[in-house]
């Protein structure tokens, strides 16, 4: 404890003599006065920690000099040393503020335990004023980061690319940054604490947000999806979002939605692709040429036998001519179809349908020709999957592309003592995932043309493939959300399996269509 200087106060020179003696020999500085008036004298240039006096002197007593000293300065710490026993001045001490009373004659002892109470008490009001300090420091640094914080969140949610749209408890939406104003096109006065989510979304979407309200609370998650974004003024944006349901003390408090609009990246990736679509075409020229020219072998071929048959009325030959004909007509036919269907921009035509009868047409329409050529085909449907909606043409159209694949495959086996088999399945998983799966025990693949099956104009059929079927299937896909896995293996079999996101048709609509 710092407090270490001592004003004695007495009249009685020997008791100020032998009392500063003595709190010397314990270390302390000592100062003295005669009386009270001298004391405050000495009080006001030697500013000591703790006063010593008598009550009883001449000029001006001790509760005199207490009453004057707290006047000048409520804290300092004053002894009254009395040898009377005076109840009256003892309390009149008390009721000026004196810090502690020791009997005369002063014992060492006595006026030790008084100096370390009054020191005790500096100490205490020292460490306060200390604490105050710094708490009031403490506080207006926290103000000021909690200020300085808000501020730059403020700032972040103002010029954040992200729509950024938050409600109450309530559902009254709280914060709608410049960007949600645009997507929206509201103007933000119009809507902070004014409307609620049913004002500013379509119901299905609110009652989405809502539901996500309801669910287990999750800490940190914010999974971004992304959506069609239809106004309730009409319009739409194609948009990532992601929602944050926000809790205090366990309680729901509110929820934040945040929106990225897609629609210049759509344009963007849509105009690659296209692009890329439109080179991979331009670089398959030359393949196509040396196609092209295959097929215009095979057509010479067939009409100079057919030519033959007529000069000598062989109609054999006139058979096996035409036929060779009509064959490389399909050839071109097909590849015309794939050229137009790759290099041409299309959208999925959503529709209710019914996967397995798609499935089991396509079965029908390839199984005299497979049973001609001894392969097997069989399908093999989910018998819960019903009405969907999806693109019939995109499934029918790739499903027939890989069982034609598949027949391929089975063919160019040289492992003839196998029973050839292709299978055809339906199947759905988690998320509306619609999975139509090819599979056949023909020849297999190696890797190296795993990895170039969807590169342009790319053929393990030699001359008899354009190396479009599979870059179309897979555009088709593409184009529907989908993507396709292959699995293979080399002498046993090979695996496609298309995945495709679908809707399931709702009951009443099936109701409504039905009864009209």
């Not at 500085?29 to 703790?50: F, H, R």
């Not at 179809?337 to 798609?358: A, G, H, V």
């Not at 001609?372 to 069989?378: A, L, P, R, S, Y």
Request: glycine share 8%; proline share 3%.
């Amino acid at each position: 404890m710092s407090a270490n200087k001592i004003l004695i106060v007495d009249d009685e020179d020997i008791i100020v003599r032998l009392l500063a003696m003595s709190l010397r020999s314990d270390g302390y500085e000592v100062v003295t006065a005669g009386n009270g008036q001298q004391a405050l004298e000495v009080l006001e240039k030697e500013a000591p920690d703790i006063v010593v006096t008598d009550i009883k002197m001449p000029v001006m007593d001790g509760l005199e000099l207490l009453k004057r000293i707290k006047e000048l300065d409520g804290e300092k710490e004053v002894i009254i040393v009395t040898g009377h026993g005076d109840i009256d001045s003892t309390i009149t001490a008390l009721q000026y503020g004196a810090s502690d009373f020791i009997n005369k004659p002063v014992r060492d002892e006595a006026l030790a335990i008084a100096l370390e109470r009054a020191k005790t008490k500096i100490h205490i009001r020292e460490q306060l004023e200390g604490y105050t300090k710094n708490l009031e420091q403490k506080v207006a640094e926290a103000t000021e980061e909690i200020r300085r914080r808000a501020s730059f969140q403020r700032l972040l949610i103002h010029s954040s690319n992200d729509a950024i749209v938050a409600f109450d408890r309530e559902w009254k939406i709280v914060v709608f940054n410049p960007e949600a104003a645009r997507i929206f096109d509201v103007p933000a006065g119009d809507v902070r604490n004014k409307m609620t989510i049913e004002d500013l979304y379509l119901p299905d979407l609110a009652k989405m947000f809502k539901a996500e309200a309801e669910k287990e609370k999750r800490q940190g998650e914010m999974p971004w999806k992304e959506m069609t974004l239809n106004l309730k003024q009409g319009g739409q944006f194609p948009v990532r979002y992601a929602v944050n349901v926000l809790h205090e003390k366990g309680e729901f408090v509110g929820i934040v939605n945040f929106f990225q609009d897609l629609t210049e990246i759509k344009r963007l990736e849509n105009e690659l692709v296209q692009s890329e679509r439109l080179a991979a075409v331009g670089q398959t020229v030359s393949g196509l040429a040396h196609y092209v020219k295959n097929i215009l072998i095979g057509l010479k071929g067939g009409s100079y036998v057919v030519d033959v048959g007529m000069k000598k009325n062989n109609m054999e030959k006139l058979k096996d001519g035409w036929g060779t004909i009509k064959k490389n007509i399909a050839r071109v036919s097909d590849l015309t179809q794939d050229l137009l269907t790759y290099s041409k921009e299309r959208e999925p035509e959503f529709e209710p349908c019914f996967p397995n009868e798609i499935v089991q047409d396509v079965v029908n329409l390839v199984y005299d020709a497979a049973k001609g050529k001894d392969i097997e085909i069989k399908a093999d449907v989910a018998p819960d999957l019903g009405e969907v909606t999806a693109d019939p043409r995109t499934i029918h159209r790739s499903l027939l592309n890989l069982v034609s694949n598949a027949m391929d495959a089975c063919l160019e086996d040289e492992d003839t003592s196998k029973n050839f088999l292709i299978e055809v399945r339906t199947y759905t998983e988690p998320d509306n995932t619609l999975c139509l799966e090819v599979r056949d025990n023909g020849c297999g693949m190696d890797d190296n043309t795993m990895s170039r099956l969807f590169d342009p104009m790319f053929s393990s059929k030699g001359g008899k493939g354009t190396g479009l079927g599979l870059l179309v299937t897979g555009k088709l896909v593409e184009e529907h959300k989908g993507r396709i896995d292959t699995e293979s293996e080399l002498g046993k079999g090979t695996r496609f399996t298309i995945r495709l996101p679908f809707e399931t048709v709702a009951q009443e609509t099936l109701e409504t269509g039905q009864g009209g």
